[in-house]
């Protein structure tokens, strides 16, 4: 198995956290490729794709409140971005579903970027913004709402809760707050508010991820091409076969099932190489 198969199935068998890690690499190279300027030594975002404070730009433009949420302006802030979603996307994963970690990414954004265009508009500051921070931060604060006494190890220090790890990173954006990057520390806040809020309203009995999965689910459903099944004539067979009880197709679905087990207890790194080929054939 290549490297390309192997980044293949990790994006299958990896879950929502996986894939939207893929998706904020996959849009940094794209940008790379056409924003970056090595005349300037750093990256030029359009605005057709990083979040205006302008209103009119927002009118115009409106689909920028999610396709910031994708896009960064410096490696470190993707990284460091990435490391905080690996971080609580597999925590809040112990609790809720995949469906319901993207619809908190892709809302939590969305509110961060409201947050940012209305705060700037305040203080009277323009500027853009681009990063997912806004959108983890959602997700941090979602499941340290719900579980904010769940024990972490955290190499160096020792045993801390999550609500502990969660409050030094806030305290850093209020710190940060007029020094450096107000709008993006603004959107941190805003996303850290929308994931309070989802969980309280979760808890109440309404879940606001149903809403945006079901324009998903309406727009990804219309882009399906309904195929037709031709006509196959069937032809009985009146011969009696004796078959074993367990029939291959069982058994390789007892084998995919025994490997997804293992990657969901100890990660996609502790498969085999031949456990990795085996489920790259498998789901072809």
Known sequence: MNILDDLKLQYRTGGMVQKLIFWNIGFFLFSLVFFYSFSVGKFQIPTWIALSSDLGNLVRTPWTLITFNFFHAKFLHLFFNLLVLHFAGRLFSTYFTDRQLLGVYILGGVFSGIIFVLSYILIGKSGL???ASGA??????SVTTYAPFMLLRIPLIGIVKLWHVTFVILLLDLIQLPLDNTGGHIAHLGGALFGFLYVKLLQSGTDLSKGILF?????????KQK????????????????VNSFSEKDITQK??????????KSGYDSLTKEEKEFLFKAGK
Do not use: Y
Request: no cysteine.
């Open 129 to 131: 913004l681009v990063g």
């Open 136 to 141: 983890i931060m959602a997700i941090l604060l």
């Open 215 to 223: 324009v998903l689910d309406f727009f990804a459903n219309l882009s």
């Open 227 to 242: 195929k037709k099944t031709p006509f196959k004539k069937v032809h009985r067979n009146t011969t009696k076969k004796v």
């Open 255 to 264: 084998q995919i099932d025994d490997i997804l087990d293992k990657i969901s």
